[in-house]
């Protein structure tokens, strides 16, 4: 494939900017965002003046590394979201511990838990959760419309496509051990909407890599986040992992790197980043 369409990217570029609308006067005012993608929406959705605070995770846009952080998802703890004086704590489905999410209900927070989810009904589920917890549906309505005209026109793409290339994608953000991810994750579920074949479609979850693995999926391209990356010292240092110099992606030399909310968080730059993985993947 030698030309891609931008109009899915084109469309979604416009959102930061023209969500600038003022936000309803009804609904929640001091929102705690737990939640890289739902920061996004939240902002998204012309919302980012109501944010008070917001988790690690949550890094774009820009502004909302500008926000007070209450911690890491999965590890809140009640006394710096209850620090921020929220109305709202707007929360993924893997923050915690759930005592804390307790603590903050027993307080008279109201918490809305966004089930995760990795597909693009899973985008549209989120951002109409967090439209109706801010109160704020038919802004919902309409970033829903403009993901639906993304996804159409990702699907028009992809329907030209003529390789199925096989990737492996690497996970390298806890400490030294490498892990490698199999189907239900959201780097299998991006490398299928982008039209590739996860090369351990077998194996389920996260796994740490091993090279007969590896050379047993034989991956054409190694998928792996910007931040990963930069873990393991650069390209040339990936190649010395287990098993990896032995497969054919080692021998093209194909590695593809992405921004790791970008790739994985399925927000409302999802389609976006499917199709920028997309040209990636089947470059000519």
Request: proline share 6%; with cysteine; glycine share 10%.
């Amino acid at each position: 494939m030698t030309r891609w369409l931008t109009a899915a990217g084109c469309c979604l570029a416009l959102w930061f900017g023209a969500a600038q609308l003022a936000a309803a006067e009804s609904g929640p005012r001091r929102v705690v965002c737990i939640g890289g993608a739902l920061t996004e929406i939240v902002y998204a959705l012309g919302a980012g003046d109501r944010l008070v605070g917001v988790d690690t995770t949550s890094v774009f846009p820009s502004e909302a590394q500008k926000l007070p952080q209450v911690g890491y998802q999965r590890q809140l703890s009640a006394e710096g979201v209850l620090a921020q004086k929220p109305d709202l704590v707007i929360a993924t489905a893997d923050a915690g511990p759930r005592a804390v999410l307790r603590q903050l209900r027993e307080a008279g927070i109201r918490v809305e838990i966004v089930p995760i989810g990795y597909s693009p009904h899973a985008v549209q589920d989120k951002v109409r959760r967090v439209a109706a917890a801010l109160g704020l549906v038919r802004q919902g309505q309409a970033l829903e419309k403009r993901l639906d005209a993304a996804w159409r026109d990702l699907d028009a793409q992809l329907g030209t496509a003529s390789s199925r290339p096989r990737v492996l994608f690497i996970l390298a953000h806890a400490g030294p051990a490498l892990m490698v991810a199999g189907r239900e994750t959201a780097a299998d579920a991006m490398i299928n909407l982008a039209g590739g074949v996860n090369a351990l479609e077998e194996m389920e979850g996260y796994k740490p890599l091993s090279p007969e693995a590896v050379i047993g999926g034989a991956p054409e391209v190694i998928l792996i986040t910007g931040e990963g990356l930069e873990t393991v010292g650069g390209t040339a240092k990936l190649w010395d992992k287990p098993g990896l110099a032995k497969t054919p992606a080692a021998r093209s030399g194909r590695v593809v790197a992405m921004n790791a909310l970008y790739l994985l968080g399925f927000g409302p730059r999802t389609p976006r980043a499917v199709e920028e993985l997309a040209r990636a993947l089947h470059q000519p």
